[in-house]
Every structure is written in structure tokens, then in C-alpha cells.
């Protein structure tokens, strides 16, 4: 009833909100571990010791399942389920790596990849940059194709800007702003390629309803959101 | 340079602003701050945070910083830069002139919510070892001084009886008074996501609030009372719960006293208290009282959170005590998700609360007339104290115009701006002798200042921060003071110059000294701190980590048992008339901080450059008003001018502003009028006209910058300053 | 420093009579549901415990002058003040723990 706040820990991500419950006891990659009933296995794989590489969950957020990476293989299951929408079971047994998987992550990965501005991806420290580390990638296959390099950055708000060409629309911003603050200020808008983040009615932050209290820049993987003060000259796109 | 800098060190603090009290990690590249951002395991916040807390750190180093004392014979005088010890020398040799004169009881200090419980400490300490009185007092005064009084009466202990989390415990919660979501914006998420889940909310509010209605988030009940009626319509749920039977006799039997009871059940159950006649005098529909009543008193888990919409009336402390009264007779107290919460406004202000910046009150509530609590402080400080209480501070401003009070030190504290009757505050420094402001910024007091210290920002200093939840935490210095001393060091050296030689090697060292004069804060140190975090008071033997929910078993008072107080309601003097047909209420907005002093000198003021008038539109329409004019707000006690605009938040009648800008003067207009028991100011009330600015009228000069430094108006008289 | 307690340089009264006069009758109005002998008692508690004595002693000559202005509920509290009997812990007790 309340261990989804009282759980998080600083240092640590897991993935998805800690759960009050009963234990459950699982095994991942053949360690042992016991997790309240409701968790995800994503968390468990955390508390396990081992880590599976994810886009668009983090543990102050309700799972969401859009990123495709934090697949997992469970035994008896087939498929290649999301290990964040997934609720753990008593003698569940996941295995985080595998070749088949290692495939599946990089294949994703690349095209996230294809649509992110590429002069940006050596010496970044976001967590997308941790995570295109974890999975081993540092490019992509593709050519240049349809992109958003050239959207306009939001700079209205005096203390963060919004870069949509660095946004993987993870949706983490959008749940932010409804699950943590409350304030709904931010949806996705459109379909497919077209998805983007818009803020009230697609209206630059400072004139929707934002409130700016910085939860959505907080949970932004990829510093599409991302505070002004970390680029003392102002912000240029590269 | 495509990247964003990757910052080199973090530093766990605590937010410089609201209650709440937030966890911070301030990243720094080398000396300079470069992001705050939230820390997860900040107990108060779970990883979130506000616009101010996140972003508006920069006035810390903000051009007008104050960086070198100065000080000046009068006041007419231009301010003249000295060393500290010149300016300490001065101060003391003042201090020393002033009570050879006119007695030692003609100085005392108000001590500052914004800073650590270890400078409140000193302050306090300042006051009472080395002025010799007890004229020391803090701004709670003008905010929650009515619930020290009222909670203490009733249940024994004047703070919050809950952690932030019990609310997502409750099933009902009750918001009198306050609005969360723009006054304790992380504390309101909280709130808001328990009530996606299902909780029931009723909102006691003059005005339809955010609090009222956001998105996914509607009161189930919304009592839109009229200002001054917060008694009448507390008794009148009370009534409801005693006729209808909905109280909790069992819990009342064990853990209150019976007979009491009764005779509060008598006075509230009388049809004095009805629904339908007390309806009809707050303007409120009486099933709507009905509906609420019987809400509240089902639960199972009911809590109840307020704020200044409770306090700043002339029946305040009555107001707090109804608050207690009903979570008594429905056995709200003493498990999760109950309870009743003051929402503390400032960062620290629980902290002088609890540490005895009061005149009448030592650490931990004990007054000052008991023999055996004074002896405590005197072994430790090496001094006999003054066995009386002393003056408030709206009380020593009154002293002043009678000539009986000279001296004061003012400590992070802006009374000009934030206090009522701001003529009467003016005239009143004017007659003193020697003020001494001791603050990062110059403001509208330290225009009647003769001494004028630096202080540090809480970036610039060690200490601890009490928030609304008593919770004890750690504040750590993130660069080094602007001006060369952390405030601590300044009251230390401050005591020196008068001969009081005292010395600590750092901040802990008061804190252990505090723990040992202060029973809720005996097990604190800032080696616990570090091991656990943080910890709710009382931290002693019995609960060496911090209690979390208080009144589980007894309730602190003498024979333990919580009591009922005779809540009658009297209604405040303040009366509308044909003069004045309207009321005024004041509140809080998201993005400034109170007086502004921080907040106007960050971007923020792209949000609310300037206070507005909330009015309705049938008043406006009636004196011939369009959204956008500037308007003359008229009171028996001042006037300003403010920008007025539409709003459908207030009913007729009512009209409403805030106070965060120092042009608006809102406290011009403010009444004299306060709460019978602590002083605490009725800022909620004010009988008020408003009217167009006539053409020929003269504009109050108005600056369009957010830097108000070194302004030289004064207080236009429109009304005839006070005179002794 | 040993500044006197006595104000040579200052005469009259430390606040406004008026301010006195407002702020004792609004306590007393609190105390008025209460049957007599508790409401006196809790008045008297009151200014002990929270007023300053020179706001007392500035009460007290006013109602050796006569009173005016002070509801009987305050004069009769008031005049407790004087009487060293009732000299005990204030009506709603020092907070214990």
C-alpha cells in the first residue's frame, strides 16, 4: 500500500514500484530470490544482482512495456516477454541473457539508434548512452532515413529545454507528470513515426499546464529533457 | 558542445523552502551549483520535487547578495561598510547603551524559519543567556502559533501527528484551510495519488482551489465557508457526528477524558450548531455540512491536514482545537493514515517551534514560569534566566510605540513585508534605536535597519532542518558562504562581543548541546543523521531512530489522556460595512516563496511577475471593472494597488490575493485583528472596497524588474501613521 | 552589563490600553462556555502563563481604576492574579514527555 514510494532507493533502479506483499521465491539466471507477490521480474532480475538493459521503465513508474528492450526468457514460456510487464510467479524461472536475446536488444536498439542524432552519442552519460553500453552497440546499420533532427527545441521554460530530436518517445515524461506529480500536463500526440511528446495542447511547456516542477526531466532517459544550467554557453544543437 | 556537462560531486540537503522539507542532491562542478536534483531516499519525497526546490536555487548568488556588514547611525543615513568586528563592536556597545537606559527588557530578536534548528538554538540561547529576557520570538507567530496552543491543549503536542506517508493510508482526507497543491506542491502529489485510488476528499476553502478540482482529482465535498466562519462550521460537522451518533465512544472511554466530552458534545450538539442555522451564517448549504460530517466520521481512516486558512484568525487557536476535538470523538488518532497535520509552511518553522523561540516556552514546549525546566538551561549556560514571559512579536512592535522597546535582531525575518499592519510595523521600527538585520538580502525591513549582517543561504552552512512531519535532517553546506560566516557563526560571535564567551569547532556541536536541553531531540546528532538520514522527533532512548506516527499509545499530556476543548464560536470583529463591502483572504502560489525575497530573484517571476486580485465577476461588474485594470484595494487600515483580474475560484464577496511581491503591499491593507490566544495575525479576514484607480490618482511607483534592491519608496499615507 | 530592571528613561504604560483592553476580552470570550469557576481559573492560567508582566500589572491598575471596557468574566480572572493561592500549573499543563 505504500512500499512503491517508501521502496525506491537512490542508487538504485528497479525497474518498476517495489510492492507490499507476500514473498515469492523465483530463480534468475539460477540465483535464488524472494520478492513481494505483484513485483515485476524486472525488479527481480535487480534485486537478483543482474541487471537486464531497459528504455522506458524506471522504478517511480508504473510498467509500461513500449521499449521493447527488457525482454527476458522465462522457462516453460515461450516468446521473449517484457520483464517489466511481467508479474513474477513461485518457481519462475528467467534467464536475462541469451544469444537470441542479445539479438533481439540490439536489433531495437539500432533503431532507436536511427533516429537519434549521432554526433551525440559519444561522450554522453544519459541513461540511454548507459544502456547502449550494457547491450554493446555504437551504431547502427542503417542509413540516414526519415528522422526529427530537425523538430524545433522547446526552450520556453526557463529552467529545462525539450529536444525532440533526442526523444525515444518512452513515454516516461507523459507518466511522470500523472503518476508522480499529478498534474497531466503532457500526452503523446499522434500515431506511429509521427508519435511526439506534447504539452498541453501542443503548445510550448511555459504556455500548457506545467507546473514545471522537473519530474519529467528527472525521468527522462535520453536528456531530450534536460536542464538548461548543464550548458553554461546555452544550448546548440550539434 | 552537444552534451550537457556531467556534474563532478554530489552533495545530500535539503530544500530551502516549503515544509516539506525535500531531499536534494546539489551537483556541483567544481565551487558552482549546476542542478538539484531530487534524492530518492529523501524520506519526505521519494525522488520527487517542485519548481522551487529543483530549479530556483540561483538567488544564492545572485548580484545583491549582501556580502560586508554595514552599518549606519540613523536611518536617513546611507549605509556605511565596516568589518565584521566593527560591526559586531557597534552592535554589542548599542545593545549594551540601550538596556542601561531603558531596562534589559527593551531588546529581544526573532529568530528565522529558513534557518538550521542549531541557529534558532543560538538565537534563542542569545536572547535569553546574554540579553537576559525573553523577548524572543519566531515567524511562526504569524503562521502556525495557533497550533502549538490548540494542538497542545487538546491532544498534548502541538505537530503533525503523522508522517507524509500515513496519507496513503487514509481513506478520507479532510483539507481545511490550505491548499496543497500549490503550498506543499510534492506533498499534494502524494496526496493526489492516494486520492486516484480512491480515497474521498473534502476541502474546507473560502475558494474553489486547485485543491478542489485538478484533473482525475475532484472534492467529494467542498465547503466554500465565508471567511471567519471556520468555527461555526467545525462545530457544526461536530453537531452532526454527536446527533447522528457517529462518534467512537470506545476510543473516547480509554484514551480521553470522558466528562469533557460531554460537555463539548453538550455545547456542539446544542441547535446553536445546527447544519441549516450555521449554513446559513457561512454561506454554506447544510446538507453539503451533513455530507462531510458523516464522510469524515465513517473512514475508517480519516486524516485531516490544514494550514493558515485555520491559524491566521482571530479565533485560530479555537480553530485547532475544533481539529482536535473531532479526530478525538472519531478515534482519528494514533494509527496510519489518521490524524490531524498542521502543513507547516516553512522549511524549519516545526524546528523553532520545537526548540522554544517563543517568549513564554524553553525547548520542547516547556514554559518558562516552571522552576525545574529553567534550572536545566541554567546549569548548562552558566546563567540565571528571566523566570517571565516576554513580548510577542506583534507585541513588541506595540512596546516600541511606547517607547518601552529599542533594540532588536532580527534574523532572517522580513516583518515589513510579512506582517500585518504594515504602517503600524513601520512607525514602530522607526522609534527604535538600534535594529539589527541579519539576512542575505537587503529587504523592506532593513530599510529601518542601523546594523545590517550578511547571512548564508542553507547552501552555505551544516545543520539540520525540522520539516512539517518533525522530521529531523541533515542540511550540508554545498559551497562556501558568500560572506565568510555561516548565520551560526555570526550569533556566536554576536554573543562574544557581548561578553558571552562561548565556542563551538562546528554545527553538531549545537546540536548536542540543543539534544541536551531538548527532550524530543535527545538521541539527535549529526552521527545519527548520517547513518539513518533522517528522523522524525522524538528521537530518544525509547525511539532511538525517530517515531513516525505520534499518540499510538498515551497522548503527552499530564494523566495521557487527550481532552475536549469548549470551542464556542465567536465571530471576529472584523465586519463588513457599506465602507467596506467586501472580504479579503490571502494565500500562496506555487512558484514564489512567501515574501518573495528568493524566489523574485530567480526566473520564477516568469510565472507570477506581480500579486493579482481574484475577484469575482457580478463585484466586478457592479463597480464598472474589466480583468487587467489596476484597482485601489482600500481597507479601515491602508490601501495599495494591485492589478485585478476575473476569477470564478471566489464567490461574491470574497475577494483574494497573495503576498509575494514587496510592491504589492498586501500587509498595508491587512487588519490588526488576531487570534486571542497567540496574537497570530487575521490575515484571512480583512473588510475591504475595491475600486478603479482614478486617472489623476498618483500610481504607486512600480518597478517591472525582479530585483527590488536598494528601492527607496516609502509607505504612501494614505492613512494616518500611528503615533504613540 | 547590568542593566536595571527598572526603566528610568520610560514612563507609561508598554502597549496601548486599548490593545490590552481587546486582547483580555477576546480571551475572555473563549473561556465563557466554561462554568464560572473554570473559566476564571483558566483566564488567569492564561495571563500568567503567556503575557508579559508588564501587560499584567498594566491590566491589573486598569482595573484598580475601574475597569472599563473588560467583560466581568476578565476582571474576576484578572484579580486571580493577585491572589498567590492559585499560583499552579497553567490550565492546560506543561506538555509531559
Known sequence: ????????????????????????????????????????????????????????????????????????????????????????????????????????????????????????????????????????????????????????????????LFDPAKCIVCSRCVRACEEVQGTFALTIQGRGFESKVAAGQDEPFMESECVSCGACVQACPSHALVEKSLFPGGYERA | MPNPRKPEKETITICAYCGVGCGFKAETIGNEIVRMTPWKDGKSNHGHSCIKGRFSYDYYRHPDRVKTPMIRASIDDPWQEVSWEEAFAHAASEIKRIQAKYGRASVGGVSSSRCTNEEIFLTMKFVRAVLGNNNIDNCARICHSPTQFGLSATVGAGAASQHFDSILQADVIMVVGANPTEGHPVFGSMMKRRIRQGAKLIVIDPRRTETVDSPHCRADVHLALRPGTNVAILNSLAHVIVRENLHAPEFIKSRCEWQEFEHWAELVGSDEYSPENIGAIAGVDPEDIRRAARIYASGPRSTVYYGLGVTEHSQGSTGVMCLGNLALSCGMYGREGVGVNPLR????????????????????????????????????????????????????????????????????????????????????????????????????????????????????????????????????????????????????????????????????????????????????????????????WPVDTKAPEGTEVLHMEQFPRANGLGTFMLTGFVPTRERISEQYPLLLTTGRILSQYNVGTQTRRTANSQWHPEDVLEMSRGDMQVRGLHTGDRVTVASRFGATQLKVVESNRVNPGIVYTTFHHAESKANAVTSDLSDWATNCPEYKVTAVEVAKVKPDEKSRARTDTAHPAHREHEAEALVAVEDA | MEPTDEQPNVSGAVMKLELLIAMANQIGDFFSPYPPERATEGLRNHLRTYWDPRMRSALLAHIDAGGEGLSELVVEGARLLRDDAAEKDGYYGPPKR
Not at chain 1, 527488457?70 to 515461450?78: A, D, K, Y
Not at chain 2, 523553532?352 to 514546549?365: D, E, F, I, M, R
Open chain 2, 345 to 536: 509552511g516553512q522549511g524549519n518553522v516545526q524546528g523553532g517551534s520545537c526548540l522554544g523561540s517563543w517568549p513564554h516556552v524553553l525547548t520542547g514546549y516547556r514554559f518558562v514560569t516552571d522552576d525545574a525546566t529553567r534550572s536545566s538551561f541554567e546549569a548548562e549556560w552558566g546563567v540565571e534566566l528571566d523566570p517571565e514571559p516576554g513580548l510577542r512579536l506583534p507585541n513588541m512592535f506595540d512596546a516600541a510605540l511606547t517607547g518601552h522597546f529599542k533594540g532588536m535582531y532580527i534574523m532572517g525575518e522580513d516583518p515589513v513585508q510579512s506582517d500585518p499592519n504594515q504602517n503600524h510595523i513601520i512607525a514602530a521600527l522607526r522609534k527604535m534605536e538600534c535594529v539589527i538585520v541579519h539576512d542575505i538580502f537587503l529587504n523592506e525591513t532593513s530599510k529601518y535597519a542601523h546594523v545590517l549582517l550578511p547571512g548564508s543561504s542553507s547552501l552555505e552552512k551544516d545543520g539540520t532542518f525540522t520539516n512539517a512531519e518533525r522530521r529531523i535532517s541533515r542540511v550540508r553546506k554545498v559551497v562556501e558562504p558568500l560572506a565568510g560566516y555561516q548565520d551560526w557563526e555570526v550569533t556566536v560571535k554576536l554573543m562574544n562581543a557581548l561578553g558571552y564567551d562561548v565556542q563551538y569547532a562546528h554545527a553538531g556541536e549545537v546540536l548536542d548541546e540543543l539534544a541536551r536541553l531538548s527532550p524530543a531531540y535527545s538521541g539527535a546528532s549529526f552521527e545519527l543523521l548520517d547513518r539513518v538520514g533522517s528522523a522524525q
Open chain 1, 1 to 160: 500500500m505504500w512500499n512503491e514510494v517508501r521502496g525506491l532507493r537512490d542508487g538504485v533502479d528497479y525497474g518498476t514500484p517495489p510492492r507490499d506483499g507476500e514473498p515469492v521465491s523465483l530463480t534468475v539466471d539460477g540465483t535464488e530470490v524472494t520478492v513481494p507477490a505483484g513485483s515485476s521480474v524486472m525488479l527481480a532480475t535487480v534485486q537478483a544482482g543482474r541487471s537486464v538493459p531497459k528504455l522506458c521503465a524506471t522504478d517511480s513508474l508504473e510498467a509500461f512495456g513500449s521499449c521493447r528492450v527488457c525482454l527476458v526468457e522465462i522457462e516453460g514460456q515461450r516468446g521473449y516477454p517484457a520483464s517489466c510487464t511481467t508479474v513474477v510467479a513461485p518457481g519462475m524461472e528467467v534467464r536475462t541473457q541469451s544469444e537470441r536475446l542479445t539479438t533481439l536488444r540490439k536489433g531495437v536498439m539500432e533503431l532507436y539508434l536511427s533516429d537519434f542524432p549521432e554526433s551525440e552519442i559519444p561522450d554522453g552519460w544519459s541513461e540511454l548512452h548507459r544502456t547502449l553500453e550494457e547491450i554493446g552497440l555504437e551504431g547502427h546499420r542503417y542509413g540516414e532515413g526519415h528522422n526529427h533532427f530537425r523538430s524545433p527545441v522547446d526552450e520556453s521554460n526557463p529552467y529545462f
